[in-house]
C-alpha cells in the first residue's frame, strides 16, 4: 500500500478549519484560530481532528475575542496541555460541509489542480489559496521556474475552474508585463 498516496486521499475528505494558537489563562483554556468566515461556526463541524485523522477534539467556545475563539477543550486540564497543541491544525470532515453553489469552491478542492493559460500551455499546479485581506489568490507552483507566483482568483484573471478535469484556465502569464 502507497502510503503517500493513502494520506492524500485521507486529506481530501478533510478540510481545515482552524488551528490551535496557545493557551488562554491557567485553567486549560486554547486560543483557536477559526479559518471559517463567521468564527464561531467552526464549532458547528465538530468533532474535529487532527491531520491523520487519529485525534478529535470537542469543545465549548468560552468568548470570541477579535482574532481568535477562545474554548474549553474536553479532556484538556492545564494550561500546559493548551500550550501543546500550539499550531496544530484542526481539520472537520468534509461530509460535514454544506454544498457549494456554481462558482463556489471550497479552498482545498482547488489545491492541487493544473494551471494552464488560454493557450493551452501548462503553467504549474495550484499550491495553496490565501487571502491577505485583498481577495483570494492562487499560489501556484510554477513548473517553467519552480517558483511560487501568486495569481489573483478573479473572474477576469481564471475564467475556467474545471473541478472535475482537475483544472484551471488563466489568463496567459505572458500578457503581463
Not at 487532527?50 to 486540564?77: H, M, P, W
Not at 494550561?79 to 481539520?91: P, S, V
Amino acid at each position: 500500500m502507497n502510503v503517500e498516496h493513502s494520506k492524500d486521499t485521507m486529506l481530501a475528505h478533510l478540510i481545515c478549519v482552524g488551528a490551535f494558537a496557545g493557551a488562554h489563562g491557567v485553567h486549560g483554556h486554547v486560543k483557536i484560530k477559526s479559518f471559517c468566515a463567521s468564527p464561531e461556526a467552526l464549532a458547528t463541524y465538530q468533532p474535529l481532528v487532527d491531520e491523520t485523522n487519529e485525534r478529535q477534539f470537542k469543545f465549548r467556545i468560552v468568548r470570541q475575542l477579535e482574532s481568535y475563539l477562545v474554548a474549553e477543550v474536553e479532556g484538556l486540564d492545564t494550561r500546559e496541555e493548551a500550550q501543546n497543541l500550539r499550531g496544530l491544525r484542526l481539520f472537520a470532515h468534509r461530509a460535514r460541509f454544506p454544498k457549494v453553489e456554481d462558482d463556489e469552491f471550497y479552498h482545498a478542492d482547488l489545491v492541487g489542480l493544473t494551471i494552464i493559460d488560454t493557450t493551452g500551455q501548462t503553467i504549474g499546479t495550484i499550491k495553496a489559496v490565501s487571502n491577505f485581506g485583498a481577495g483570494d489568490f492562487l499560489e501556484i507552483e510554477n513548473h517553467k521556474n519552480g517558483y511560487s507566483d501568486p495569481i489573483p482568483f478573479t473572474r477576469a484573471r481564471v475564467p475556467i475552474v474545471d473541478i472535475a478535469r482537475g483544472q484551471v484556465v488563466v489568463e496567459s502569464i505572458q500578457a503581463e508585463g
